[in-house]
């Protein structure tokens, strides 16, 4: 009886050993399955991550479209002038000035009361760069971007136009600047 329990025994452990070297055989990956098994997930978490940033972004920019909306013009209709009786005929005497195209984006900036300042970014900062060129004589980069070299600069002119130099451009600043553009001619 001994001897039956030692070979029931063996029969089992073989079996035992046999189904464990089948497993063994049969999930083992080569070296290189491995490594692409490694780069598909390294792969997902920068892609997860890479996702992460696209929707920052994406809040980032609908943020900043928000904030740079302009309110809409309101346009208060006024009636009509009653004909007169008598004609007249006047006429009209355009002048044009040296610097006409930027002395009408300056006036669009006025009747739009426009307030630019610090951190401002847009064309409408690009003309009070445009006016900063043309009032210093200079040439630097129309960038768009209300920074503080701008900013500086815009001091500048409101001291020597004995305006608040608060370094903003509002109403009174760009009228003072299309003044001085009507005065070079």
Same mark, same amino acid.
């Given at each position: 009886?001994?001897? @039956?329990?030692?070979?029931? @025994? $063996?029969? &089992?452990?073989? %079996?035992?050993? %046999?189904?464990?070297?089948?497993?063994?055989?049969?999930?083992?990956?080569?070296? $290189?399955?491995?490594?692409?098994?490694?780069?598909?997930?390294?792969?997902?978490?920068?892609?997860?991550?890479?996702?992460?940033? &696209?929707?920052?972004?994406?809040?980032?920019?609908?943020? @900043?479209?928000?904030?740079?909306?302009?309110?809409?013009?309101?346009?208060?209709?006024?009636?009509?002038?009653?004909?007169?009786?008598?004609?007249?005929? +006047?006429? $009209?005497?355009?002048?044009?000035?040296?610097?006409? +195209?930027?002395?009408?984006?300056?006036?669009?900036?006025?009747?739009?009361? =426009?307030?630019?300042?610090?951190?401002?970014?847009?064309?409408? &900062?690009?003309?009070?760069? #445009?006016?900063?060129?043309?009032? !210093? !004589? +200079?040439?630097? #980069?129309?960038? !768009?971007?209300?920074?503080?070299?701008?900013? #500086?600069? &815009?001091? =500048? @002119?409101?001291?020597?136009?004995?305006?608040?130099?608060?370094?903003? =451009?509002?109403?009174?600043?760009?009228?003072?600047?299309?003044?001085?553009?009507?005065?070079?001619?």
């Amino acid at each position: 009886m001994e001897k @039956f329990k030692l070979i029931l @025994f $063996t029969i &089992v452990a073989l %079996g035992l050993m %046999g189904l464990l070297g089948y497993w063994a055989v049969t999930t083992l990956q080569s070296g $290189t399955e491995f490594e692409a098994d490694e780069k598909i997930a390294e792969l997902k978490k920068e892609n997860k991550h890479l996702k992460g940033q &696209v929707e920052d972004l994406t809040d980032q920019l609908a943020n @900043f479209e928000v904030k740079n909306e302009e309110p809409a013009l309101v346009v208060k209709e006024e009636p009509a002038p009653k004909p007169a009786t008598t004609t007249t005929t +006047t006429t $009209t005497k355009t002048t044009t000035y040296k610097n006409q +195209t930027l002395i009408n984006e300056l006036q669009k900036l006025a009747d739009d009361r =426009v307030v630019l300042q610090l951190k401002d970014v847009g064309t409408k &900062v690009g003309t009070i760069q #445009k006016f900063l060129n043309v009032y !210093n !004589n +200079t040439s630097n #980069k129309v960038d !768009n971007d209300f920074g503080e070299s701008t900013k #500086k600069t &815009v001091i =500048v @002119f409101q001291k020597a136009q004995g305006l608040s130099a608060d370094g903003g =451009v509002g109403y009174t600043t760009i009228n003072k600047m299309i003044a001085w553009l009507k005065k070079q001619g």
